[in-house]
């Protein structure tokens, strides 16, 4: 089969031909339908995110059941489905008490070694060597995935269109529950790319009052705009801390997303929260990242900082696939971009130069 390797020496993404992976017990082969492109694979390819070399990227994906490993259930051949980038293993202290997104065999296992659960990768080059997976590896014609992170994509919805509910609208998601969003507040989503224009679809689907979007550009803003913001703040020409506290009466707002993962963005989430309000900071920085905090400010006006980095898999994607099937999130609204495996590399070129509104995808064909 085909795939999209990442080398670690440069941010270039090289296609190949390595061996077709095979499952093991209580795990799934699938045929990629598509892959996200996605900010976080970036983040590796640029070294800000310590991950072995070689490995396949990729952790946004749909696709059909080629295979079932020994004991896997609830799933057949044939079958469409989608993957959360968050692969529960179910039975770690934190999978236990419904912690998903805390697994502590995803990270150490997956995300410090590149490998599943019981410590090895499934995916090898020609030569037999271990190529280390992020997540399933989806930037593939084929990937393997745990059984407990399978979900049948429901009739009558596009399986191509569903492969960004993967990470972008279940880090969406997983930010509003972090958030506890309520129905009639007022939100701002600092940064208005993949996971923050999620953001803006999934609280105007759950009833927030006012939805202002901050980012740099119209193009970006008029796009989110479509998604649901109630109102559009650009930050490269005006003053977003006055602008966003005269659209909601002087106060600020109840909840900040922070969905870039940058020192100055969390600073502005943080500037224009109302008093007891809540900052919700989603986007994934540079490993050793920080970020100021007026302590006084915090203390006196009783402000929130939360840490969100995904949904519950067996739980929040099951419950995302319904409100696509209803029409309530539309994913495919936020696809702009899509690619074949032969330019993943491209793609990935064209999203560091910030080219990419909402998201784009990696079509395998």
């Known amino acids: 089969m085909q795939a999209a390797v990442y080398y670690g020496s440069e941010p270039r993404l090289v296609i190949e031909d390595i061996p077709r992976p095979a499952p093991r017990r209580g795990e799934v082969l699938l045929r990629v339908s598509a892959c996200g492109v996605c900010h976080t694979d970036l983040h590796v390819l640029r070294s800000e995110v310590a991950f072995p070399t070689p490995a396949v990227l990729g952790h946004e994906v749909s696709g059909v059941v080629a295979e079932l490993g020994p004991d896997v259930d609830g799933v057949a051949v044939g079958d469409e489905v989608v993957c959360s980038f968050i692969m529960p293993c179910g039975d770690c202290r934190h999978c236990v008490r419904g912690m998903e ?5 995803f990270f150490a296992y997956n995300r410090l070694k590149g490998a599943l659960y019981d410590g090895e990768s499934r995916l090898t080059a020609a030569d037999g060597s271990p190529l280390a997976m992020y997540s399933m590896g989806g930037l593939a014609e084929y990937c393997v995935v745990p059984a407990t992170d399978v979900f049948r994509v429901p009739d009558g919805v596009a399986l191509n269109q569903v492969s960004i509910l993967g990470c972008s609208t279940f880090t969406a998601l997983g930010a509003l529950r972090t958030a506890e969003l309520g129905v ?50 650009d930050a490269a020409t005006e ?6 506290r005269e659209l909601t009466d002087g106060h600020g707002v109840d909840i900040a997303f922070e969905a870039l993962g940058n020192a100055a963005t969390f600073g502005t989430a943080l500037d224009i929260l109302d008093d007891g309000g809540r900052a919700v900071v989603v986007g994934i920085a540079p ?70 509104v909402g998201r784009a995808i990696i079509e395998m064909g």
Do not use: N
């Not at 997104?101 to 065999?105: F, I, S």
């Not at 003053?239 to 966003?244: E, K």
């Not at 309530?328 to 064209?350: C, H, N």
């Open 101 to 105: 997104d805390l697994c502590e065999k």
């Open 184 to 233: 009639g507040a007022r939100i701002a989503v600092v940064a208005a790319g993949g996971v923050g224009s999620s953001i803006v679809q999934l609280a105007a689907a759950a009833g927030a009052a006012q939805i202002i979007a901050v980012d740099l550009g119209a193009e970006k803003l008029s796009a989110v705009a479509e998604l649901g913001a109630t109102h559009t703040v």
């Open 239 to 244: 003053d977003v801390v006055a602008r966003v």
């Open 287 to 356: 490993a050793g990242s920080t970020g100021a905090v007026d302590l006084a400010r915090l203390v006196r006006r009783k402000l929130e900082i939360r840490g969100s980095y995904g949904a519950k898999a067996r739980t929040d994607m099951p419950a995302l696939l319904r409100l696509v099937a209803a029409g309530s999130v539309a994913p495919q609204e936020l696809i702009t971009r899509r690619y074949p495996l032969a330019q993943a590399d491209e793609a990935y070129q064209a999203l560091a130069r910030g080219e990419i």
